[in-house]
């Protein structure tokens, strides 16, 4: 059995006709950048979410650039995130001219941790940037909580979390902002890069609309740079056709995922999933002490693994002298060191389900 991590020609493959339709429709009409689909899709997504706006962009990356400039982070700020997450999120916040801090994630969950947050806050600290992790709500109120009355915003990075929910809330609605990505491999996939930014604030939503393009605030000479990240007509036709299929998909990941922790029980470990929420599974992560033997045994049978993500932040040459990492990281070093992630998508078939958990029984009895 060929069985690859996801198989993104069968996620095409399922609403490849109505796709279609809406291209061609959107060519037809000549409008191509900040159309009526943009406008449509902004509405629904925020609707969707019960959040008050929605920002289309370019990318998740760009969102969270932008989301945390609409808030007034920039050159001499700090910005926390985690160290486990990937490098996108530091990539968005560095963009912004800010420094960049990291703080651990809880061992059991990969989440943020809001212990080691409250050790990496300082007095420079402007915002917190938790990411909602393969699929999974961070605690929001009790980042909220060690974050106290100081001037401090959140930024919730949603890009692995469409539909998740924490105590009631959607991710995208608990922060003063959040970034999202439609990257083809998302919950939710463009045709292309995509991604939004979402916000309660209608000040905040004001700001981004202008930041996405050139900063264009309708006064001239504009007191900001800016930057071009806009979601475009053909992506968003693609979203609004994708949308309405978003919940029967995250039904079907939470199925998965069911019949996956049920069949690992006393083999490898699925990371925690938090009662208080609703984990939409964009990954689905074990931990192993012989991580290297499962991917092994999995090769051997066809069925594609991954790490997400092998290493913490703060080991990435790339990032040496722009990241600071005052507080210790051993969780997220251990997180790295032992995670898989095991194929799981919607259109994934429960044979290919079965075949994966029959490999990592055998591989890790
Ligand atoms: C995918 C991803 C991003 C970046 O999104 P792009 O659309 O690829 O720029 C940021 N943060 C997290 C957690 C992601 O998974």
Redesign the pocket.
Known sequence: MKLPFLDLLRVTAESQTEVAAAIEKTLDSGQLILGPNVVAFEQEFAEALGAGHAIGVG??????EIALRSLGIGYGDEVVTQAN??P??LA?ILRTGASAVLCDATSSSGLMDPESLAGAITARTRAVVP?H?YGQCADVPAIRAVVGDREIVVVE?C??AHLATFDGSAAGTMGDAA?W???PT?NLGAVG???AITTGDPAVAERAVAIRQYADFGRWPAGETGVNSRLDELQAAVLRIRLQRLPDWTQRRRAIAARYRTAFQGSVQPLAVDNRGRHVF?LFVVRSDDRDAVREELASRGIGTLVHYPLPLHRLAAFHGLVHAPVDLSASEGLCAEIISLPLYPQMRDAEVEAVITAVLSASP
């Open positions: 990318s998740g990356t760009d969102a969270i997450t990937c996108p999120t968005g990411v992790l990075d890009a692995q970034a990505s439609f990257y998302k890069d995509a991604g964009h």
